[in-house]
């Protein structure tokens, strides 16, 4: 993640994450064995553990890079058409938000903050006229929201003090609002007994190869003292690690002295498939189809293709329609109808160049856009009559098709 904050203004409402504990049930017990004896008794989940578990990191990076590649334009209407404009904004929007930030970077960040602790602030700073001219990314940990005399105000909490923000000047974007309206819910908060049930399920693969692939197991014997125990651990202990890191096949126990196997191994536990079940939770919690967190157990080449469609109408367009709405009443007001920022949702088919191309055939033979328009999304120089609408010729009113067999014989 990257911290914008080394200039001034800025920040954002405490986040719900932290260290959270997590109250272990016996098959967490089991998988939370770190060695001989000893257990955990339960997990403790932060958005930096989370990160660590693939599928977590997989889905947080995928939908953050999806829309921070997104092109984002600034448009106004003309009547029943509108144009794309240039002003300042715009660029801010596009290009750069401040001198030290580009406008993917700052996306890509924004919507990490979203679908990890649940929310999002940035700045608008604005000049003399009340125009928006940058904009600075806030830490979520150390804004306080709250209401005063019934409107919204952000409280930033700096080093030499703070700075209270009316909520006109805030971009702030939530997973899921409480319901007065100040708080939030976070994914990785909300959802931190199945995401420490990720974390604990691979800690316990970990530790198993980490042991030589040997499961937890008890030694019995004839002690005759506790320090007679203790050694007796230590040494065996000390055998397994060896017998692993030498490959051998064989432990030496003392005369008298056997081992019984306690706990259950991966395979008895069902590790992978629990791992599997784990990506699968993971990804309804971010409304992401597996395919995207590199799990194919269930895809085919018709259903994997299926997934695409879905993620974008139902997991790009939420992001995308929430994203717009704020940027568009926070930056251009309430009242101003006619300027509005846009996602271009066909940026996800920039590395599908056939189906591209065959969705401008289709509308160029349709007369929905000319020639000219579909070379300048390609980056491609204007041709004369390439302003043009066409239109295929083939459809013509029934009964007045050509008979060209009519004088035939």
Request: with cysteine.
């Given at each position: 993640?990257?911290?914008?904050?080394?200039?001034?203004?800025?920040?954002?409402?405490?986040?719900?994450?932290?260290?959270?504990?997590?109250?272990?049930?016996?098959?967490?017990?089991?998988?939370?064995?770190?060695?001989?004896?000893?257990?955990?008794?339960?997990?403790?989940?932060?958005?930096?553990?989370?990160?660590?578990?693939?599928?977590i990191?997989?889905?947080?990076?995928?939908?953050?890079?999806?829309?921070?590649?997104?092109?984002?334009?600034?448009?106004?209407?003309?009547?029943?058409?509108?144009?794309?404009?240039t002003?300042?904004?715009?660029?801010?929007?596009?290009?750069?938000?401040?001198?030290?930030?580009?406008?993917?970077?700052w996306?890509?960040?924004?919507?990490?903050q979203?679908?990890?602790?649940?929310?999002a602030?940035?700045?608008?700073?604005?000049?003399?006229?009340?125009?928006?001219?940058?904009?600075?990314?806030?830490?979520?940990?150390?804004?306080?929201?709250?209401?005063?005399?019934?409107?919204?105000?952000?409280?930033?909490?700096?080093?030499?003090?703070?700075?209270?923000?009316?909520?006109?000047?805030?971009?702030?974007l939530?997973?899921?609002?409480?319901?007065?309206?100040?708080?939030?819910?976070?994914?990785?908060a909300?959802?931190?007994?199945?995401?420490?049930?990720?974390?604990?399920?691979?800690?316990?693969?970990?530790?198993?190869?980490?042991?030589?692939?040997?499961?937890?197991?008890?030694?019995?014997g004839?002690?005759?003292?506790?320090?007679?125990?203790?050694?007796?651990?230590?040494?065996?202990d000390?055998?397994?690690?060896?017998?692993?890191?030498?490959?051998?096949?064989?432990?030496?126990?003392?005369?008298?002295?056997?081992?019984?196997?306690?706990?259950?191994?991966?395979?008895?536990?069902?590790?992978?498939?629990?791992?599997?079940?784990?990506?699968?939770?993971?990804?309804?919690?971010?409304?992401?189809?597996?395919?995207?967190?590199?799990?194919?157990?269930?895809?085919?080449?018709?259903?994997?293709?299926?997934?695409?469609?879905?993620?974008?109408?139902?997991?790009?367009?939420?992001?995308?329609?929430?994203?717009?709405?704020?940027?568009?009443?926070?930056?251009?007001?309430?009242?101003?109808?006619?300027?509005?920022?846009?996602?271009?949702?066909?940026?996800?088919?920039?590395?599908?160049?056939?189906?591209?191309m065959?969705?401008?055939?289709?509308?160029?033979?349709?007369?929905?856009?000319?020639?000219?328009?579909?070379?300048?999304r390609?980056?491609?120089?204007?041709?004369?009559?390439?302003?043009?609408?066409?239109?295929?010729?083939?459809?013509?009113?029934?009964?007045?098709?050509?008979?060209?067999?009519?004088?035939?014989?």
């Open positions: 993640m990257l911290d914008f904050l080394t200039r001034k203004e800025t920040r954002s409402t405490p986040v719900p994450e932290g260290s959270v504990p997590v109250s272990a049930s016996n098959f967490l017990e089991l998988l939370n064995l770190s060695g001989i004896g000893t257990s955990a008794a339960g997990v403790n989940v932060t958005i930096e553990s989370a990160l660590g578990v693939p599928a990191w997989a889905a947080v990076n995928f939908i953050g890079a999806s829309l921070a590649g997104l092109p984002l334009n600034v448009f106004e209407r003309d009547g029943d058409d509108r144009k794309r404009v002003d300042p904004i715009a660029g801010v929007l596009h290009d750069a938000i401040n001198d030290e930030c580009s406008s993917f970077d996306r890509k960040h924004l919507f990490e979203v679908l990890t602790g649940g929310r602030f940035t700045y608008i700073e604005r000049d003399g006229a009340g125009q928006a001219v940058d904009l600075w990314p806030l830490d979520p940990t150390k804004t306080k929201v709250e209401r005063r005399g019934g409107r919204k105000f952000y409280t930033h909490r700096e080093s030499n003090g703070s700075k209270t923000y009316p909520a006109a000047d805030i971009l702030d939530a997973f899921m609002l409480t319901a007065d309206g100040l708080g939030h819910r976070g994914p990785i909300h959802h931190r007994d199945s995401i420490a049930l990720a974390i604990a399920a691979t800690q316990y693969g970990s530790r198993f190869f980490q042991g030589g692939g040997v499961p937890p197991f008890a030694v019995t004839g002690f005759q003292s506790s320090g007679a125990l203790k050694r007796a651990g230590d040494d065996l000390a055998a397994v690690r060896k017998a692993s890191r030498e490959q051998r096949q064989a432990l030496v126990l003392p005369t008298g002295l056997s081992i019984e196997k306690i706990g259950a191994d991966p395979d008895k536990a069902q590790l992978v498939e629990l791992k599997r079940f784990s990506i699968e939770e993971i990804a309804r919690i971010y409304s992401l189809p597996p395919v995207f967190l590199q799990d194919l157990t269930h895809g085919t080449f018709s259903n994997t293709e299926q997934q695409d469609l879905h993620f974008v109408k139902h997991t790009v367009k939420r992001w995308a329609e929430q994203f717009e709405q704020e940027l568009n009443l926070k930056l251009f007001g309430r009242a101003n109808r006619d300027r509005f920022a846009e996602l271009n949702l066909d940026g996800l088919l920039r590395g599908d160049f056939m189906t591209r065959s969705g401008y055939a289709t509308s160029i033979q349709n007369a929905i856009q000319t020639p000219n328009e579909i070379r300048r390609e980056n491609l120089p204007a041709q004369a009559h390439g302003d043009d609408l066409l239109i295929q010729g083939a459809t013509v009113p029934l009964g007045s098709q050509a008979k060209g067999n009519d004088n035939a014989n």
